[in-house]
Every structure is written in structure tokens, then in C-alpha cells.
């Protein structure tokens, strides 16, 4: 026996220890707090049940099985009994908070169909067919269903259209006041089913996105020639690609004013002196020429 009770739990606790949150039993569970010794037998009845389609609900109001506070127990202190529980809940359908899905692919289409066709949720979901809440839940779970039906509408939103353009054909003196409070229901109708198609107010087109904007800063120098003195305007641009500076413009030769002539007259020849005293022959007999 031991052994089929270890089967599902993994790291088991002991089976005789009550859970310890079974004082705090859980709202939704209406019964009594009680507890039911872990078992193979008992855990493959739930897994099965569950896998079936039953509600944590129904299975849990069995007073052979144990309650919602236990099978939580369970599936948090037997890793292999905790896998196997999600894996019945997920085959019986359950959106995890303890409801089955009802939605249905072929009831789905059908609703969609006779939407198509002018008629309204109200007329459609009569006692053999899912409830409004049902269909909006379905919208909300299922974005198939909820494109389906929404090309639907804009459908029956143009049908509103073809029968208004009808109505207003054959409309006589007689019945022009009638013809016109239809036109308005029917006009409103249309909108309201199709309003991209039919609405007053259209949603506008999106703005496109702006383009990126380079600023490309120029700066210039002036720049010496280093043997005439002569002096010119350089200009550097960034590339766009790089962002590293590029020489793009240059200026034509011109001559220095007097004063920076000078100045560079006085550079050259220092430069001239310094380059002849290195090309001059030290005498290893005078002391001075070491200095």
C-alpha cells in the first residue's frame, strides 16, 4: 500500500499528518473542513475526474474525496501528484480558475453566420444557443472568433446599408416621415456594426514617423604655410557615416599681415639657426661643443 501512495508524490509527506492550512479553508469550498488520507486510488479518481471535464467543485463535493484545501496541499507537497493535477486540468479544459471553457468552434461559426446576416446578439442567443456573456467571453479568450465576428458585423453593417438605400427608393408622401425615422435607426445601426466602415467619425490615418535629423557642423582653421608664411582658410565637415572630420575646402595662399610676418620671419630663422648648428661637425677637443 505503501507504495501506491508514493507513486503520485515524489518527495511524500506523511501520510498520517493532516495539512497544516486546514483550519483556513478555502472560500469556495462549501463543506465542512475535512481531511482525506492521500492515496494512489483517491488521486487517480480526481486526475480522472478533472481530465472528464468536472469542476474542483463538483469532484470536492464527493464526500470520498477530499477538499479544495487538500488537493492544494497535495499538489504543493507531492511534486508528481502536483504535475499530473495540472496535467488533467489543462485536458478537461480549465482556463485555471476553476471554470471549464464552454467555447465551441461550430456554435462560434454559427453565431458569426447570422451576424452576417443582419440579426442581433439578443435575437441569436435564445435558450439553445450560448448567453451574450458567454459570446463576450468567447470575443475575449478566442482573437479568431472575436476577427470573425467583427467582419460580421461590418457586414451586416452594409446589408443596413443596401436595405436603408431600398427603404428610401420606395418611400411615398405617405410614408416619408416613416421611411426617415428608419433611415436614422438603420444609419445609427450601420455605424455602430461597422464603424470603420460606416461611422461618422473615422479614425484618421497614423502619423508617419519623422525622419531622423543629421546636423552636420562645419568649423575651419587657419592654416600656415610653414615656408612661406602664407596663411589660408581650411574648412572640416563630419561625415555622416563616420562622424570623423573631413578636410572638404581650402582657401586660396594669402599673404600674413605685417605684424604676423614678422613674427614668422623671426620663427624661420630660429628654425634655420637651430638646423645648421645640428649639421655642424662637433670638435671632440672643445669643451663647448658638448654643451
Known amino acids: ?31 465542512p473542513a475535512r481531511y482525506v488520507k492521500f492515496s494512489r486510488k483517491v488521486a487517480d479518481a480526481v486526475c480522472a475526474r478533472i481530465a472528464a471535464g468536472e469542476t474542483q467543485r463538483s469532484v470536492c463535493a464527493d464526500r470520498a474525496m477530499p477538499s479544495i484545501a487538500t488537493l492544494r496541499v497535495w499538489a504543493r507537497e507531492r511534486p508528481a501528484f502536483g504535475r499530473a493535477f495540472a496535467r488533467a ?12 471553457s464552454t467555447y465551441d468552434p461550430l456554435t462560434a461559426l454559427e453565431i458569426v453566420a447570422r451576424v452576417s446576416e443582419g440579426e442581433t446578439l439578443t435575437g441569436i442567443c435564445d435558450p439553445a444557443m450560448p448567453a451574450i456573456r458567454t459570446v463576450f467571453l468567447w470575443r475575449r479568450e478566442h482573437d479568431d472568433f472575436e476577427d470573425e465576428l467583427r467582419m460580421a458585423r461590418e457586414a451586416a453593417a452594409e446589408r443596413f446599408s443596401d436595405l436603408g438605400w431600398k427603404l428610401a427608393m ?4 405617405e410614408t416619408a416621415y416613416l421611411t426617415q425615422v428608419r433611415l436614422n435607426q438603420l444609419r445609427w445601426q450601420a455605424a455602430l456594426m461597422g464603424p470603420r466602415t460606416h461611422g461618422r467619425m473615422r ?41 570623423q572630420p573631413v578636410r572638404d575646402a581650402e582657401g586660396p595662399w594669402r599673404d600674413p599681415p605685417p605684424a604676423l610676418a614678422a613674427e614668422h620671419a623671426a620663427f624661420q630663422a630660429k628654425r634655420a639657426e637651430a638646423a645648421a648648428a645640428a649639421r655642424r661637425p662637433v670638435d671632440p677637443n672643445d669643451p663647448e661643443g658638448w654643451c
Open 1 to 31: 500500500m505503501a507504495s501506491d501512495d508514493t507513486a503520485l508524490s515524489g518527495d511524500p509527506a506523511p501520510d498520517d499528518a493532516a495539512p497544516d492550512n486546514l483550519a483556513t479553508q478555502d472560500p469556495d469550498d462549501a463543506r
Open 89 to 100: 486540468r489543462a485536458m478537461g479544459g480549465s482556463d485555471g480558475r476553476g471554470r471549464v
Open 170 to 173: 420606395e418611400a411615398t408622401p
Open 203 to 243: 479614425a484618421g490615418a497614423a502619423p508617419e514617423p519623422r525622419e531622423a535629423l543629421t546636423v552636420l557642423q562645419r568649423h575651419f582653421k587657419l592654416e600656415t604655410h610653414p615656408e612661406t608664411g602664407q596663411t589660408r582658410v581650411v574648412g572640416y565637415c563630419p561625415d555622416p557615416d563616420t562622424m
